[in-house]
């Protein structure tokens, strides 16, 4: 069982709905990031947080660290947003650069 | 554009062949590292390099050998691979610290025959 575990592992949207990605994880950490990757390979980083709230535009990324728990969602989406996201952790216990990353969610948003 | 450049973005090579990839990143980040994303599996960490120093070498097969000339370029030099070394190969850079946050570059997508 991976530490880091993502659902859905895929999701077809029609676009303007409102979108959940979840990220559960099983140790203690010192910070979450949620990663963006297009087809193509690229990885963009939306989020990294370790408490509470924070948004960016129609993304919001939330974390509860007591039920170890992170949620991305998507606002209005659009056909643009089709991508994988990515959960990776840093373990409290981890020293240096060490993240867990999730199996991603393979997102599609339908005009 | 994240700041980060790989190249070649493809690269298709035999079991014998020797071939290196390359990084370079703009940013002035002090701390770069290599990733290996497999089909349907969680990126691995591979190398990471601070301050041009490699610190944390991930049981990487030897085949594999990373070297950091300075802290803008970063190469990983493949050699005698195998069909299962098939993969993404991202570069990525940060300011080392704790909780940095990474930028990566577009990845070469690596085949071997």
């Known amino acids: 069982k991976n530490e880091v575990e993502q659902s859905p592992q895929n999701l077809t949207a029609q676009e303007g709905e409102f979108i959940t990605i979840n990220c559960s994880y099983s140790v203690g950490i010192s910070a979450l990031h949620w990663l963006q990757q297009h087809p193509g390979g690229g990885i963009v980083s939306l989020f990294m947080?370790?408490?509470g709230k924070k948004k960016h535009g129609r993304l919001i990324a939330t974390i509860n660290i007591q039920e170890k728990h992170s949620s991305l969602h998507i606002t209005a989406s659009h056909p643009r947003d089709s991508a994988v996201y990515i959960c990776?952790?840093?373990?409290?216990?981890?020293?240096?650069?060490?993240?867990?990353f999730g199996e991603g969610t393979q997102l599609t948003v339908n005009p | 554009e994240t700041g980060v450049t790989q190249t070649p973005r493809h690269l298709v090579m035999g079991m014998t062949n020797k071939k290196s990839l390359k990084c370079e990143q703009h940013l002035g980040h002090n701390a770069m590292y290599w990733y290996k994303q497999s089909a349907k599996k969680p990126l691995e960490l591979m190398f990471v390099y601070n301050f041009k120093e490699q610190t944390e070498n991930n049981s990487v097969p030897s085949r594999f050998s990373p070297e950091c000339p300075n802290s803008s370029h970063l190469f990983l030099h493949l050699h005698t691979l195998q069909p299962e070394d098939s993969a993404l190969y991202l570069c990525a850079s940060s300011q080392a610290g704790h909780n940095e946050k990474l930028f990566f570059g577009s990845g070469t997508q690596l085949s071997v025959l």
């Open positions: 947080l370790s408490s």
């Open positions: 990776a952790v840093r373990s409290e216990e981890t020293s240096g650069s060490r993240l867990t």
